[in-house]
């Protein structure tokens, strides 16, 4: 072996990066791989433009606040944030409501938006907000989520108990009062669709969602790439080494557990005692072709289908073509029910008077819409709600679809190949979107899928697919359980970490 870590890590998704971070911060010698990773900025002659929409719904969760804490750091991220106000808006050709942080103000905009409303609009986020109080006080516990061993699931259900509407079945309990027809139904699912990572999820995850969206939204200056960076430095102040532009092509293993990887380009494999993955479980399996899967443990594993595809598109627009009251976050609802749904967001641009769009819009599995038309249709879709968009059009472009970058600036669309845009950052070839995942069975009330430990010893996953109701927030509770799983294994470290939070700052 050429050097030896204790943790060795691959991704750089908010749950691998979380993890490397805290056991880096437990002492544990952490080496972080890429493994593909891509920031989700990229450039070109000086325009940012993005390749994955980002919100940090996750800000307000205690499992965000437990890593910053432990991380010492929690007054210090908090200057990076900027609050939101409205939180969130939904727009379409004939319906515009802002949610702003302000209770009274939005009920005046619902009472408008839907007259007679108000009543059980405020019943339903009374109930919201007192199921989201209840998982803020599970999930500040520290458990394992979700649970493997029998001592786990004993701990973790007792927790999981105190949950709300975690069996209401295929209606959520907290709806029954909107007819089936009304459109804040529509409100209260569009926002937790795009927040999750599985298309089908219970009611007490759309209840989290929502939440997340309507307890104080916040942006950061760059997006993902800023917390990215964040966490990243945390790992090297703390010894931990970071290559994020490296991968792993194997996973070298001795009687059926981790003892190293093998990164890309080198001889020798760099030895480890545990393995931490955002791939999937079948995805750290490929890369270990030394060890022979027994049959029944993969029949064992949930099923994960990709049901829906993130078909990301950005633009670069004179801010004359933007409607003033446009916030940082919306939701465009179309009047065809064939036209996918959009997350938008707005950002500043790298040009005074320009803003950044980056739209992000689901297409099932088997749409009609071939990618290669994705980028036109999502576009419309933008310009349907900003009437005035396409004539301050600056430049348009998607990594999903492989066509050249549009170029408006001469006032004429011109079409630059990407061999062009390389420098900046962007791939030759399109990019795989993201999936969202259909889970059969469920698992774990309809929160998780794949557990944390891989069949394979001492390799754990903390990626979108262990609990993809949740999100970012499931990623995080992955973390979280992985670090603590890890740090037992070595009493010295627990005792020192027990220590550590005796004397951590009280965020």
């Known amino acids: 072996m050429a050097k030896h870590y204790d943790v060795v890590v691959l991704g750089g998704s908010l749950g691998a990066l979380a993890t490397a971070a805290l056991l880096a911060r437990r002492s544990w010698r952490v080496l972080v791989l890429g493994q593909g990773y891509r920031r989700s900025l990229y450039g070109f002659e000086g325009h940012t433009l993005a390749r994955r929409l980002f919100t940090f719904v996750s800000y307000t969760s205690p499992v965000w606040s437990r890593v910053i804490i432990e991380l ?147 942006r950061l200056a760059r997006g993902e790439d800023e917390v990215v960076d964040f966490l990243v430095d945390r790992i090297r102040a703390h010894g931990g080494q970071v290559e994020l532009g490296e991968q792993a092509v194997r996973i070298a293993v001795k009687a059926g557990r981790v003892t190293g990887v093998l990164r890309e380009g080198e001889a020798r494999a760099v030895g480890a005692n545990f393995l931490v993955s955002s791939l999937s479980t079948r995805g750290v399996v490929d890369l270990a072709p030394e060890f022979p899967l027994p049959r029944r443990v993969f029949a064992g594993l949930p099923e994960l289908f990709a049901r829906e595809f993130r078909f990301v598109l950005s633009a670069v627009v004179r801010d ?144 979108p697919t262990v609990l993809p109701a949740l999100g970012q927030e499931g990623e995080l509770l992955a973390a979280w359980s992985v670090a603590r799983l890890i740090t037992r294994t070595d009493r010295a470290r627990e005792k020192m970490r027990r220590e550590l939070w005796s004397r951590v700052e009280i965020g």
């Open 72 to 218: 010492a750091q929690s007054q210090a991220f908090r200057k990076r944030v900027m609050a939101l106000d409205p939180m969130f808006q939904v727009l379409g050709k004939r319906l515009r409501l802002d949610v702003p942080p302000d209770a009274e103000l939005f009920g005046t905009y619902v009472e408008r938006v839907f007259p007679g409303s108000r009543r059980i609009v405020d019943e339903l986020y009374m109930e919201l907000a007192r199921t989201n109080a209840s998982a803020d006080a599970a999930f500040e516990r520290d458990a394992v989520w979700p649970p493997g061993t029998f001592w786990e699931r004993r701990e973790t259900e007792r927790i999981a108990e105190t949950l709300p509407h975690l069996d209401d079945g295929e209606v959520p309990s907290f709806l029954a009062q909107f007819p089936r027809d009304h459109g804040y139904r529509a409100l209260v699912e569009v926002p937790a669709v795009f927040a999750s990572h599985a298309t089908n999820f219970p009611s007490f995850a759309l209840a989290r969602l929502h939440g997340a969206f309507t307890r104080g939204l916040v």
């Open 320 to 463: 004359e073509g933007l409607a003033e009251p446009l916030g940082h976050e919306a939701f465009l609802l179309p009047d065809d029910a064939r036209l996918p749904r959009v997350h938008l967001t707005r950002g500043t641009g790298s040009e005074p008077g320009t803003s950044l769009l980056v739209a992000e819009a689901l297409f099932p599995d088997g749409t009609a819409v071939p990618v290669v038309r994705a980028r036109q249709v999502v576009l419309d879709m933008v310009a349907g709600v900003l009437p005035y968009l396409e004539q301050h059009l600056v430049l348009v472009d998607s990594p999903h679809d492989g066509l050249p970058l549009w170029d408006y600036r001469t006032g004429r669309r011109l079409e630059v190949e990407r061999a062009l845009l390389r420098s900046g950052g962007a791939s030759l070839e399109a990019e795989p979107m993201a999936a969202r995942w259909l889970v059969e069975p469920f698992h774990f009330h309809g929160l998780g899928a794949e557990p944390l430990r891989t069949p394979l010893g001492g390799a754990f996953i903390v990626g």
